[in-house]
Nanobody
């Protein structure tokens, strides 16, 4: 059974940092396209960043230079390091794993975590 379990969310002030983790079981994070998506209240889920199985990095323009995706094969865990956080980064962040498409939103067989809340507020 595949499980993706996110952690590390919380309340942070503007300009602050957080690191999200996504612990995977039932799959190997090194052979899947792994990604982070987010959904703000009243908005559709959007792509944040992806690391492909081949090691190519993709970032949304809104987070490029502030967020960094990485994965640890030994821990089978995906990470999202977020810095210089802004109010507009407030959302539920979801981890994804996909085999058939780099963009998990295009893969009906993709796996998703339950999400972790990130709130940027002063």
């Amino acid at each position: 059974q595949v499980q993706l379990v996110e952690s590390g969310g919380g309340l942070v002030q503007p300009g602050g940092s957080l690191r999200l983790s996504c612990a995977a079981s039932g799959i190997n994070v090194d052979i899947y396209h792994m990604g982070w998506y987010r959904q703000a209240p009243g908005k559709q889920r959007e792509f944040v960043t992806i690391i492909s199985s081949g090691g190519t990095y993709y970032y949304a323009d809104s987070v490029r230079g502030r967020f960094t995706i990485s994965r640890d094969f030994t821990k089978n865990t995906l990470y999202l390091q977020m810095s210089s956080l802004k109010f507009e980064d407030t959302a539920v962040y979801y981890c994804s794993a996909s085999l058939r498409s780099v963009d998990a939103s295009s893969d009906s067989g993709a796996y998703w975590g339950q999400g972790t809340q990130v709130t940027v507020s002063s």
